[in-house]
């Protein structure tokens, strides 16, 4: 019988090769039939052939951090806490990044898996992750945590090595950059080689897939380059999972201009100018691609406020997809009430939500928006490179359930 390690209410087989989870940021399963379709990806093309290779739930809202963490964690946001990348506390009237890790409520499947032995290895494109995934890990030489964005200053005591670009032989890329995410895979191989973790978890940015739609050629370089390296990683005999923490969909009229639902503007027309807030999860420093602009956003009712009525009046909105109150919201997407405005809001495929008009700036957006958060990104591309019959039947999969697949097929 295989041992099992409880973490959170769940059971991780002990590995007995590098369980490994790969989270492409934003990939939209298109990209992948794409790039396989054109030849590019033979080594996925191949996995996908003699693995297993499903479609799973991402977590709503369809962003980045809440399905990083449910993948660290194997539980949804209910459980870990982290609901956006942002959060407002209606007592102090802030905003706060969601960034620090006292907002994770619950241990990481790394930190278990530590516990109870394994070598754990994370590398993250964006720093701004890394806090979190790293919570509570004893850096003592069982551990390895760094991002490509700072992976100059990394130190053994804080991130298990010292100077990871260097070690790697790389400049830091840009942070708006494929290079950001190929740091990642290639500090994936190596780390494999060396360091021989028994769990790692690779987590890209999806700067490309906001840019690029699957056709262009960006995209399709992006994931050529992803496949030389998941080659590596699959030669040097780990069990692997990929899969990503959203997808990615065009949100813009035919002249390129973004397709906007401006909430913060509605309410201040109907309840007065300020007497509601909404708070776009989406929202952190690193904006630029994307105007803050996606599929889902809360809002705080001022008291009194006819909340059926409010519900009834977005509902009535071309493009709006889902509205709720916050108990229905919590309830059906596993959201943690207490980080939760009054009514939660979801956008059409095509669709976003915005504040105010003039709180956006626009100005930034380059290329045709792109973007998620919504029900229409959450389908994602869940690929194990083992042939797992059992998993091929399940009914619901989630993204969140990478690692316990990926802990079972490296037990096999
Ligand atoms: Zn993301």
């Known amino acids: ?17 590098t369980a490994i989870a790969i989270c492409l940021d934003g ?11 054109e030849g590019l990806m033979p080594t996925l ?13 991402s977590v709503i809202p369809s962003f980045t951090n809440p399905n990083n963490m449910s993948i660290a964690t194997g539980r949804p946001p209910a459980v870990h806490g982290i609901c956006g990348n942002f959060l407002y506390e209606p007592e102090t009237g802030e905003e706060v990044m969601m960034n620090d890790p006292r907002f994770l409520r619950v241990g990481t499947i790394f930190k278990g898996m530590q516990e109870a032995g394994c070598k754990i ?8 992750l890394r806090a979190l995934l790293a919570k509570d890990l004893a850096i003592d030489g069982t551990a390895i945590c760094f991002s490509s964005e700072r ?32 740091m990642v895979f290639a500090a994936g191989v190596k780390l494999l080689a060396e360091f021989k ?60 201009s973004p397709q906007v639902v401006y909430i913060q503007d509605l309410m201040d027309e109907w309840l007065g100018e300020a007497a509601a807030r909404v708070i776009l999860p989406i929202t952190d420093p690193y904006v630029v691609h994307h105007g803050a602009l996606g599929g889902f956003a809360t809002a705080y009712l001022p008291d009194g406020a006819d909340v059926a009525d409010i519900v009834a009046k977005l509902r009535a909105i071309d493009g709006i997809d889902v509205v709720l109150d916050k108990a229905e919201a919590c309830a059906r997407y596993e959201l943690p009430e207490d980080r939760i405005g009054d009514i939660v809001i ?7 939500v915005g504040t105010s008009e003039h709180r956006h700036d626009l100005a930034a957006l380059n290329e045709p928006l792109r973007s998620h958060g919504g029900l229409s990104e959450q389908t994602v591309p869940f690929i194990v490179n083992r042939a797992l019959p059992d998993l091929a039947a399940a009914p619901d999969l989630r993204n969140f359930d990478a690692f316990h697949i990926a802990t079972m097929a490296a037990a096999l």
């Open 1 to 17: 019988m295989t041992p099992s390690i409880e973490i959170n209410g769940r059971s991780y087989a002990r590995p007995k090769v």
């Open 27 to 37: 990939c939209e399963p298109e990209y992948l039939d794409v790039a396989i379709a």
């Open 45 to 57: 093309a191949r996995l996908r052939e003699e693995g297993t290779s499903r479609l799973a739930h």
């Open 121 to 128: 290895a994370i590398v993250t494109a964006k720093d701004k």
């Open 151 to 182: 992976s100059d200053t990394t130190t053994e005591a804080e991130h298990g090595i010292d100077n990871a670009a260097g070690w790697l032989g790389q400049p830091v890329p840009e942070v708006y950059s494929a290079e950001l995410s190929e």
């Open 197 to 256: 973790p028994d769990v790692m978890y690779l987590t890209t940015t999806d700067w490309v897939q906001h840019k690029y739609a699957p056709h262009d050629a960006e995209a399709k370089a992006f994931y050529a380059m992803f496949d030389t390296y998941l080659a590596q990683l699959d030669a040097a005999g780990a069990a692997i999972v990929v899969t990503a923490d959203h997808g990615m969909k065009p949100k813009h009229y035919a002249d390129g």
């Open 346 to 352: 979801i956008s059409t495929e095509n669709m976003t």
